[in-house]
């Protein structure tokens, strides 16, 4: 596969503890990275549809209310 590379400092810590987690799920650093930020990116991805879909329903439901409250002033 060929990418771009991406290039950030991380903690010793953080650096450890993800080379442990991948050496612990049989995979290489960069491939546990990998999978980590794409996982990240879906779950994202995924809120900032649902905030989306919240939000046109508000509109939807708030556009409905006010249809509702004029059916009854006499119009056809």
Known sequence: MQGTTLSFRAGEELAEQTRALATAAG???SDYIRDAVREKNERE???RI???SRK???K???ANEEMDST???GLA
Request: net charge neutral; charged share 10%; no cysteine.
């Open 71 to 73: 059916a009854g002033d």
């Open 27 to 29: 995979q290489k650093t």
């Open 60 to 62: 939807h439901l708030a």
């Open 50 to 52: 649902a905030m989306l």
């Open 56 to 58: 046109l329903g508000a």
């Open 45 to 47: 991805m995924a809120n």
